[in-house]
């Protein structure tokens, strides 16, 4: 018997409709904050911060002005370190103060809700934004915490044996969002 895992994948968006959802979403974060030099984009490794990158290009493309984007690890801030396991943690980079900043807090898919919630808590260490918000690429359910996003690609509801994978060129060498689950 081997030892390899079978995961069986199922495309959700493919790189088309993935680059239509990230302008989509671009567009409903200008007709929330229309001042983008309030704006702030935090990207959550390693994802979220690619996405933030992309963001920032649309919102700059529709606005006609730059925004800001950075990176939050929260890996430190998290309180489930013992079931996720630990990665080296990326280094965070935000380009200014986040005080009085509408700050977008960007990751790729939300399940329990604990990754967003360390990232409050990691972000409230560099300041006291006006506001923030969420972009979820994907929200899947099964929340374990209150959280929300305020702005969602695509709603997947799973089974807790399947993930959401979304693949960017970037970091996969290929884009799409994926459902998979192991055989």
């Known amino acids: 018997m081997s030892d390899q895992i079978i995961k069986k994948e199922l495309e959700i968006l ?3 409709e993935l680059n239509r959802t990230i302008k989509r979403l671009a567009s409903q974060i ?3 904050v229309p001042d983008t030099n309030s704006l702030l984009l935090v990207g959550i490794p390693t994802r ?13 493309e529709l606005s006609g002005e730059p925004v800001e984007s950075g990176c939050l690890d929260p890996t430190f801030h998290r309180d489930d370190l013992s079931k996720v396991g630990t990665r080296i943690a990326q280094a965070t980079n935000l380009p200014s103060t986040v005080d009085d900043r509408e700050v977008v807090l960007i990751d790729d898919v939300i399940y329990t809700g604990r990754t967003i ?3 409050l808590e990691a972000l409230h260490s560099w300041g006291r934004a006006k506001r923030i918000m969420l972009v979820a690429m994907v929200d899947r359910g099964h929340r374990e915490v209150p959280i929300q996003p305020d ?3 695509r709603v ?3 089974s807790k044996d399947e993930s959401i994978d979304l693949r960017l060129r970037e970091v996969d060498g290929e884009e799409g969002i994926f459902l ?4």
């Open 14 to 16: 493919s790189k088309k």
């Open 30 to 32: 200008l007709e929330k």
């Open 48 to 60: 979220g911060v690619y996405l933030s990158k992309l963001l920032a290009i649309y919102l700059e």
């Open 117 to 119: 919630k360390a990232a």
């Open 151 to 153: 702005f969602c690609g």
């Open 156 to 158: 997947v509801p799973t």
């Open 180 to 183: 998979c689950k192991k055989l």
